[in-house]
């Protein structure tokens, strides 16, 4: 059973970087779809970044593109999202998930979706000030 813990979060002013981190464990196969999304108060969670495992395909949000990367490190299990030039915007509370046995071609079409997700992290928290 897959579990996943978020880590990173924090408060930074506008501009800004932070790097979120997502330790991922019990998972062993090749076929899943990892993403990362985000809610703010009042609002509904939205898919920020995915990313398919098996060949490192990524995918963005219009509204984080060219400013948030995902990436994995298969040897630790970690899943991360760099994000620069924070926005006040951005303040979320941000989530890690996975999929499980997800194509790559799902990943593309519905990697942003968080019904193509059954595993869940707590959450971290980054708030950006203007």
């Known amino acids: 059973q897959v579990h996943l813990v978020e880590s990173g979060g924090g408060s930074v002013q506008a501009g800004g970087s932070l790097r979120l981190s997502c330790a991922a464990s019990?998972?062993?196969?090749?076929?899943?779809?990892m993403g990362w999304f985000r809610q703010a108060p009042g609002k509904e969670r939205e898919g920020v970044a995915s990313?398919?495992?098996?060949?490192?395909?990524?995918y963005y949000a219009n509204s984080v593109k060219g400013r948030f990367t995902i990436s994995q490190d298969n040897a630790k299990n970690i899943l991360y999202l760099q994000m620069n030039s924070l926005k006040p915007e951005d303040t979320a509370m941000y989530y890690c998930?996975?999929?499980?046995?997800?194509?790559?071609?799902?990943?593309?079409?519905?990697?942003?979706?968080?019904?193509?997700?059954?595993?869940w992290g707590q959450g971290t928290q980054v708030t950006v000030s203007s």
């Open positions: 019990g998972y062993t196969y090749r076929n899943y779809c």
């Open positions: 998930a996975a999929g499980e046995g997800a194509s790559g071609h799902n990943c593309a079409v519905y990697g942003l979706r968080d019904a193509s997700y059954n595993r």
């Open positions: 990313i398919y495992i098996g060949d490192r395909s990524t």
